[in-house]
Structure formats: C-alpha cells, structure tokens
C-alpha cells in the first residue's frame, strides 16, 4: 500500500504558496484536500471584486491552474489573460468563468467541481466563503 494511498492531506492558505503545495501533493489525489483563502484583491480579481464584490476567485483559480496534469484547450482557456487595451485587458478567462458560475448562483462548491471535472483535477479544492479584506495600518 502506497502513503499516497493510505494517508489524507489538508493544506490551507492562498496565493501562489498554496499552489505550489498543492502540485507537490497531488500525487495524493483526491487524498489530498486543498482549503484557499478569499484574501485575493490583485490583478483580475481585484478589478472584478471592485467592480461586483463577491468571491475572490484568484488564488483557486491558481491552486487549479497548478493542478492540471493534461494540458488541453480546456486548460488552455483557463489559464489564458487577455491581452490588448480594452477592458478586458489583464483579466484571466479563469476567473471570468468562475465569476460567472457565482452569478449564476452555482454554489461555490459546485463551481469548484464542475472546474475540476473539466480540466481532470483530482486534488479536492474547498473556498473559504467569508469574503474579507486584509488591509494595514501604519501610525
């Protein structure tokens, strides 16, 4: 019996850490269980949280990003950014379809799976579902 098979693995955090965790796990397969924080403000998520609020989608989109085993157009898709000067310039397609299953009222969950069926990602990814902003203040 492999360790991979006989232990589970929960790893929390956000960012391009948690990510990069996640690759390192994902011999673990649905084993192993990655739980992303709603932290991210930057880029694409940034400019979609100022415009609509809701989920920040982002760092999941990343954690998933850095789990695909099979490139494919689906992943392709997913991970691709806009290019040029209009508005959709910078934004990833990833967290577009993502915001989109949230406006759709897909549970988050739900959204999550459907993404991972998709690109065939078998490391399990939860969202932590309490928005928040993390700011600091210097005196």
């Known amino acids: 019996m492999s360790i991979y098979s006989s232990k589970k693995v929960v790893a929390i955090g956000g960012g391009h850490g948690l990510g990069r965790m996640l690759a390192a796990l994902k011999d673990f397969g649905s084993n192993a269980t990655g739980i992303v924080a709603t932290t991210d403000n930057g880029g ?3 400019r ?18 850095q789990l695909i085993t ?4 689906g992943s392709m898709m997913f991970e691709y950014r806009f290019k040029g000067t209009g508005d959709l ?6 967290n577009l379809m993502l915001t989109a299953l949230d406006n759709l009222s897909v549970r988050p969950l739900d959204a999550i799976e459907l993404i991972r069926d998709l690109l065939k990602v078998d490391v399990n990814i939860i969202q ?4 928040l902003q993390i700011s600091k203040h210097f005196r």
């Open 44 to 46: 694409s998520t940034g």
């Open 48 to 65: 979609i949280r100022e415009c609509q609020g809701g989920i920040a989608w982002g760092d999941t989109r990343n954690c998933i990003n």
């Open 70 to 73: 099979d490139p494919s157009i």
């Open 89 to 94: 310039n910078g934004h990833n397609l990833g």
């Open 128 to 131: 932590c579902l309490s928005t």
